[in-house]
């Protein structure tokens, strides 16, 4: 009986392979197998469902990766956040007294479908500020249908004049927009090179005479360094390319004095500090020649006598 046991061993010991000979498999793939064996002998339980609610899945994974690569991602998010009661019924805007309200819906693409929810608020204000007249912008969402727009727009200061063009400008010399009605016509006119720069500082050095600023047409920049000032009835004033201040208190006694700026003359010089050139109009010219002419015969004529 010992015999025979000693006997199987030695065959099992025959057959069994040795233990260098075993496989042995790395730390990861070892929960893998043993999940697999798990799964196949049947001691993992599967909930009721789960391959429809994995395809399920699936499928609408594929389909957001085939929406994102064709670029229909946006249009879809609206189409299904409109439905579900989000698209931008109601638009406040407020500040806008140049802008159109109509601008703004069009730039926008607001069409009574576009989604607040899928509405990218940033691009909304860069789209905004472009528009002429918008400074700054401020775009809000009020759920679950409104959108709150709030413009702060630049201020016109004048009107500038560079060629046969109208433009609209800020203090600080920036085009706003082409002139295209008459709105604006109370502003100033500056005209020429370089006028719509330095038209801010002249007309502050033109408060302390409103009487010459209230008859003043248009302000005419000279080369870039001087102004001539058109009044409303012809006449121009050739001011200095310095001490501008000294000529305006000059020409304000002027006319004070002897109304230069009512008579019938084409322009008062004051280019120069040491004196005053006056140039009279043509019709003024002809007046002043017949009447001397008529004195120098009627001084003939008592020489005579």
Not at 144 to 154: A, N, S
Request: with cysteine.
């Amino acid at each position: 009986m010992i015999g025979g046991k000693k006997a199987n061993r030695r065959r099992v010991e025959q057959f069994a392979p040795a233990a260098d000979e075993r496989i042995v498999l790395p730390r990861p793939l070892r929960r893998v197998v043993r999940f697999c064996v798990s799964l196949a002998t049947g001691r993992v339980n599967i909930p009721a469902h789960t391959g429809t609610i994995s395809a399920v899945a699936f499928f609408a994974a594929t389909g957001l990766y085939g929406m994102s690569l064709g670029g229909h991602t946006q249009t879809v998010a609206q189409a299904t956040t409109s439905a579900a009661g989000f698209a931008i019924e109601d638009v406040k805007v407020s500040g806008n007294a140049q802008t159109s309200e109509i601008d703004i819906l069009q730039l926008l693409g607001l069409d009574g479908t576009t989604s607040l929810v899928a509405m990218d608020v940033n691009t909304a204000r860069r789209r905004l500020a472009d528009l002429p007249w918008v400074e700054d912008v401020d775009v809000r969402k009020i759920y679950p249908r409104t959108i709150e727009i709030r413009l702060k727009e630049r201020d016109a200061f004048g009107i500038w004049q560079h060629g046969s063009e109208l433009s609209l400008i800020e203090k600080n010399g920036s085009v706003i927009a082409p002139l295209r009605d008459n709105k604006f016509a109370a502003l100033p006119l500056f005209v020429g090179r370089d006028a719509e720069t330095g038209a801010a500082s002249f007309m502050e050095q033109l408060d302390a005479w409103p009487e010459i600023r209230s008859k003043v047409k248009a302000y005419v920049r000279i080369s870039g360094r001087r102004w001539d000032l058109h009044l409303n009835n012809g006449i121009i004033i050739k001011l200095p390319e310095v001490n501008v201040a000294k000529a305006l208190h000059l020409l304000s006694r002027l006319d004070a004095e002897q109304q230069v700026m009512s008579r019938d003359i084409a322009a008062i010089d004051l280019r120069l500090s040491d004196r005053t050139t006056i140039q009279l109009t043509q019709a003024a010219t002809e007046r002043r020649e017949a009447a001397v002419t008529a004195r120098e015969k009627a001084l003939k004529k008592a020489g005579n006598i």
